[in-house]
Structure formats: C-alpha cells, structure tokens
C-alpha cells in the first residue's frame, strides 16, 4: 500500500447536501430521481403541503494523478519544442524584407470635412415576462406544476426575464456555509394551508446581501413567510425545483 492510499484511507469522507421541497404524494418519485442521480437520502421531514427532503453525496475528489501527467507531458514537450529551436533556428540567415503595410488611417477628402462627432446608440434593454404580457408565464404560475408544461417554459424562455409576486417558502444554509442559502420561492402570498400554484422556484447558492440585489426599503434580514415581488433570470429546471438568477427582489 503507498502513502497516498494510506492518506486516502485516512482521510474523512465530505459530503455535499441539498434540501429539496416536494409536494405532498410526490415524494417516492423525488427520492428516485435524487438517488439515481447518486445521492443519498438523509432525512425526510414532512409539512402541510411539502416534504423536506435532505440528500448528500460525498464530494468529487480532484484529479491529482491526471493532472501530474498532463503536467509531465507539457514540460516534455516543452523542452523538446526548446531543443527544436536551438537546432534549426540559424539555418535561416536571409533577412526577411520589410513589407509596406497601407495605413489604417481613413482618406478624407480635402474639400469634406472629417466626421468627427460620435454616433449614439440606444442601449437595448429586454422587458421581463409578467402576468399581463406574457400569456404562458401566466399559465405557468397559475396552474398545475405538471412537469412537461414546467420543461417547456424553462426550455423556451431560457436566459430571459420574468417578474411576479412571490413569497419565500424555504430557507436553508448553502452546503453548510452561514453567509450563503438556497431559498425556495413560490408564486403569490405566503400561506401554510393553501397553494397558489405554479412550479416551485430556487434561487441556488445565493448571498442576501450581494446577490438578491435588493430594492426598495430594505430590510435587515429575509426569511421564510416574507412575500417579495421577484425580477429573475429564467434558469434551468431539476424536478422538483425550477432554477432561477436573482436580478432585483424587493420586500412587499
């Protein structure tokens, strides 16, 4: 046995965790996906309307031994490139003639006057998706979180914007670390015995202070049951969870 296996051995597994809200009935088939996907399930802590559910999954460990050989391969064929050049760099003794380049500045006649005077562009700004212009976004916070009709909103509208009016659901330190959470948000008014509809929302390793951008008056700390009004970037969506990037969130 060599010295890196007995470290290996030695040292402790790390996990990496996630917490992931699933509707009531709609448990088995979560734990099925998260578990084929290699995670292990922790604890299962059922609400009104969601089950918590905690997986973990040991972390990756780097590449040393692949990367040590890729590293050897450069250094070797750096110096085979550096013998190259030694070798056949005085073969060459012809001086390379100078090439006559045209200018890059621009002719300007001498009866027209140069335009110097730059030429404004208006910035474009794309408007987020709402509930008034956006028929589908509608539908999609209105109605059932059926999983095709929740891939093809998430697949279509990828990257662009959307507001709404929401409420934080969930709230649970990132991996472990104090300053960074994963909050789960839904659609309308924060509520412990009904469902307003709609996909559950995340927003995924996210700092309050630096990430939520938050407007308006703010306040000095967020949890679950406060209701905000939402600007996001759509992201992708991992049943049950549909991922979205913060752009501004203000308390309402």
């Not at 699933?22 to 802590?45: C, F, H, P």
């Not at 110096?79 to 070798?87: K, Q």
């Not at 027209?112 to 005077?117: K, L, M, R, Y």
């Not at 008056?217 to 009004?229: F, L, S």
Request: aromatic share 6%; proline share 9%; no cysteine.
């Amino acid at each position: 046995m060599t010295d890196s296996d007995v470290r290996a051995e030695a040292e402790p597994i790390k996990y990496e965790t996630q917490s992931v809200k699933a509707v009531r009935g709609t448990e088995n088939r979560a734990i099925s996906k998260w578990e084929n996907d290699g995670w292990e399930l922790v604890t299962q802590t059922p609400g009104k309307l969601r089950t918590e559910l905690v997986f973990r999954r040991p972390q990756p460990k780097p590449p040393w031994k692949t990367l040590a050989i890729i590293g050897g391969v450069l250094v070797a064929l750096g110096i085979f490139i550096g013998i190259m050049v030694a070798v056949t760099g005085g073969d060459n003794d012809d001086a390379a003639e100078p090439v006559d380049t045209p200018s890059a500045e621009p002719i300007v006649p001498e009866d027209e006057p140069a335009n110097t005077e730059p030429i404004e562009t208006e910035p474009t700004k794309q408007a987020p998706l709402t509930m008034e212009n956006s028929p589908e976004l509608a539908a999609l916070l209105t109605g059932p979180a059926d999983i095709p009709t929740v891939e093809a909103f998430a697949e279509q509208y990828a990257g662009q914007l959307i507001e709404f009016d929401g409420s934080i659901g969930a709230m649970n330190n990132h991996e472990g670390y104090t300053t960074r959470y994963d909050i789960l948000i839904t659609y309308g008014d924060y509520s412990e015995t009904r469902s307003n509809g709609g996909p559950s929302f995340q927003f995924r390793d996210v700092n309050i202070t630096s990430d939520l951008n938050l407007t308006g008056d703010v306040p000095d700390t967020i949890g679950v049951g406060d209701n905000v009004h939402v600007i996001a970037r759509v992201g992708p969506f991992r049943d049950p969870l549909f991922q979205l990037e913060p752009v501004e969130t203000r308390l309402r």
